[in-house]
């Protein structure tokens, strides 16, 4: 614990460094202060000893510490204003769109790389199938999930399809099928029906792969937005260190895995900063990330991702309200409050 006079200067000072970006001297921090300029280096040295700042060499003035930032978000980031922050305007959008939408908006208001993970897709259920002749030895067939979703698969036959085996497997699986999970085993078992003649199985056989192609899409349903504004010079400058970012964006399974830590507990934001990451694309960097989703299931996770010196009040602040306004979203999708 500090005295309250070194966490008043602790303040000021990451304050001070995050709107201009260099290092704070006890001369500018003594214009806000009613202390001398030999009272402030005295606690200044005291913080620098404790951890919490660093002294660049190049510099007279001192930077706050991996350390510093995580005691000043902990301890003395200021109360939010009263009331929401973000507006998304996610009324009437199918998922698809509203993932979009969120990521796009959370990396325009706060200028970082913001990333949303949409609910699995065997959370979804299917609401409606059609299979539609459009040649014929060409269907397509046509998936609608509870979620919005909607997925189309042509499919190419050697001979002409009988019209009334279309007919009849788009009668079949919405009888079978309808409002059964994605992921569910009773899916496969009802599209391998052994109990079907020869000439009905194979042909079910034959659309099996529009569903399974949905519960494999699983690991990529992931929205980035933003990558150009965290890769700039003054953000990034080490090569190797965005070399390995780079790979790491484009690795969607790895950043699944580095916000699952998100995902247990929602409604709650949750901050890493640089090596309290633990890819190690991110540890120079700093992560704020909050899960959204149903009363009693988390479905995903909201964050942005910027330099150890962002504003992370407002970062906070945004992505919380961000997984409030998608957890109000897809309560209504899921028909759960």
């Given amino acids: 614990m500090l005295t309250d006079r070194q966490e008043l200067v602790l303040r000021r000072l990451v304050e001070d460094y995050m709107d201009e970006g260099a290092p704070v001297g006890s001369k500018a921090l003594s214009a806000a202060f009613e202390w001398g300029p030999s009272t402030i280096r005295h606690e200044l040295a005291n913080l620098e000893e404790l951890g919490l ?13 991996e350390a510093g930032y995580r005691y000043f978000v902990d301890r003395l980031l200021p109360e939010p204003p009263p009331g929401p922050s973000l507006s998304l305007s996610l009324v009437r959008r199918e998922l698809d769109e509203a993932m979009r939408v969120t990521t796009e908006t959370l990396s325009q208001v706060t200028n970082l790389l913001a990333i949303v993970t949409a609910p699995p897709i065997e959370t979804s259920t299917i609401r409606h199938i059609e299979v539609l002749a459009l040649q014929p030895q060409v269907l397509m067939v046509v998936v609608i999930t509870s979620t919005g979703g909607v997925t189309k698969r042509l499919f190419t036959f050697p001979r002409p399809v009988d019209t009334g085996l279309a007919d009849w497997a788009a009668s079949y699986l919405n009888e079978r099928l309808l409002g059964l999970g994605l992921g569910a085993r009773i899916l496969h078992q009802r599209l391998h029906d052994v109990s079907l003649p020869v000439t009905e199985r194979e042909f079910l056989e034959a659309l099996a792969p529009v569903f399974t192609e949905l519960e494999e899409s699983v690991e990529t349903t992931l929205y980035v937005e933003g990558m150009a504004k965290l890769l ?64 009693q299931r988390s479905l995903g996770a909201v964050s942005v991702i910027g330099p150890l010196r962002m504003n992370y009040g407002q970062a906070i602040r945004v992505v919380r309200e961000a997984a409030l306004q998608l957890s109000s979203f897809v309560a209504d999708i899921y028909d759960e409050r």
Wanted: aromatic letters at 2%; proline letters at 5%.
């Fill in 53 to 65: 700042l660093a002294h660049p060499h190049t510099s007279a003035g001192r930077v706050p510490t």
């Fill in 232 to 295: 700039t010079i003054e953000r990034v400058t080490d090569v190797s260190e965005l070399n390995l970012l780079m790979e790491t964006l484009e690795r969607r399974v790895t950043l699944l895995g580095a916000l699952r830590f998100a995902l247990g507990a929602s409604h709650t934001v949750a901050v890493r900063i640089g090596a309290e990451n633990e890819l190690p694309a991110l540890r120079s960097l700093a992560l704020v990330a909050a899960g959204y989703g149903l009363p």
